[in-house]
């Protein structure tokens, strides 16, 4: 293999991105049947399939990751080029794209990606949020870098992808000046029948919850159920009922939604995860999260 036809390499990353044939013969103005042709060409460069089929998905073959990761080096880089050319961005940043699932605090995602917005990180952020199944998929078609989460790779996912937990962090209640004082002498059983906003059944930390509710024989009186973390402190800046939430960011719920801490779980703990195509993690902005993470942030199982 003397050189190898960046044309076709650029096609095979396109597919990857757009996760189809079809979705990237669009983007590419080509036709699905062009393109095919072109990516076997490729392959027959390489001496090895890049691409396979997994349900109703196209993924990476190992030989296709390995692939891909230089072809994306090399394209994000001609982009990054085309962009300090028309001086839309300054020289030298590095693009990292993360996901996260709804389910993680507002505040926790603020604390685990703000190493990357220091000035000498030199890193340019984007960040998605949405359930975490959707995620999933886009890390798979590498359209992410890296996955944060509430919870490790479900064990019947369909991607190859690797869980690395970054700590763990106790949980506390927290509520209004008043409701806090009117809950904090007897607690926990202070919250049987008391005001409570909780995630809804569709979170794990929900389930979580619910379980030691009952494990202590409490009962409160679910007032609202949110997915939205901000939105749900909010609310109980407001008076609307008490919450749970880590320790870890105690400090930022105090000052910014003015409330107080009424009393801690030490029974459960909330987890937090980076979950990666790389099993032994490279990349150098989800390598400074995650190590920013485990050091400063939460403290490891």
Not at 209 to 217: C, F, R, Y
Not at 248 to 266: C, D, M, P, S, Y
């Amino acid at each position: 293999m003397r050189h190898l036809n960046y044309t076709h390499l650029l096609y095979f990353w396109t597919v990857v991105r757009e996760g189809s044939v079809s979705a990237a013969a669009a983007s590419l103005h080509l036709t699905p049947q062009t393109l095919s042709s072109q990516i076997k060409q490729l392959e027959a460069q390489v001496q090895g399939a890049l691409l396979e089929k997994r349900g109703r998905n196209l993924v990476p073959t190992d030989l296709g990751r390995i692939t891909y990761s230089y072809a994306e080096e090399i394209f994000t880089k001609g982009l990054e080029l085309r962009s300090v050319l028309r001086g839309a961005r300054s020289q030298g940043q590095r693009s990292v794209t993360i996901g996260v699932a709804d389910s993680v605090p507002k505040l926790v995602t603020w604390r685990i990606l703000a190493p990357l917005l220091q000035k000498e990180a030199d890193f340019h952020l984007i960040c998605h949020e949405s359930p975490l199944q959707p995620l999933l998929a886009e890390l798979a078609a590498h359209r992410l870098d890296l996955v944060l989460s509430t919870s490790a790779l479900p064990q019947n996912a369909a991607i190859k992808a690797f869980s690395h937990l970054l700590g763990e962090s106790e949980l506390g209640f927290f509520a209004t000046r008043q409701l806090a004082k009117s809950l904090r002498p007897h607690f926990p059983q202070s919250l049987h029948g008391a005001p409570m906003i909780v995630p809804t059944d569709r979170s794990a930390n929900r389930r979580v919850l619910d379980e030691w509710l009952t494990s202590q024989g409490l009962a409160p009186h679910i007032v609202a159920e949110l997915d939205d973390t901000a939105l749900t402190k909010t609310f109980a800046q407001y008076g609307v009922g008490v919450f749970a939430a880590p320790l870890a960011i105690e400090k930022e719920i105090r000052e910014q939604f003015v409330l107080e801490h009424v009393g801690t779980i030490t029974d459960i703990k909330a987890r937090f995860y980076a979950i990666s195509t790389e099993r032994r993690i490279k990349h150098p902005a989800v390598a400074m999260i995650t190590e920013r993470a485990r050091s400063d942030l939460f403290t490891l199982a």
